[in-house]
């Protein structure tokens, strides 16, 4: 899938492996993701769509959630955006915290 409304349609019932490939390369910064045409979602977004597709799953799962723009804004020396990023980051971990989906949720996170 390639845009937002592919996502929304993606249910529970979605049979096989989901690829969602939202930019041909990094996915925006969070603050300039209103401007895609074709929408992409947030990283909580998707994080909360794995866990409701990865749940069906009765041997469990892993799953790992990756805010890689952070490290972009640090590069580009642009403390708004990173600090963007994070807040998103920290957004998805709370969703996968909080989901009722998840009876076991283990985090590890690297920077």
Known sequence: MWSRSQ????????????LGLFEPSHMRFEFERGEDTAGEPSLPEM???AIELLARNPR?????????RIDHGHHFGNAFRALGE???????????????R??????CCAC
């Open 7 to 18: 996502f929304a349609q993606l249910g529970p019932d979605t049979a096989g492996p989901v």
């Open 47 to 49: 994080t909360a769509k």
């Open 60 to 68: 469990g799962y892993v799953l790992i959630v990756e805010g890689g």
């Open 86 to 100: 994070t807040v998103e980051f920290s957004n998805a971990v709370r969703v996968a915290r909080c989901s009722p």
């Open 102 to 107: 998840c009876a076991s949720v283990r985090l």
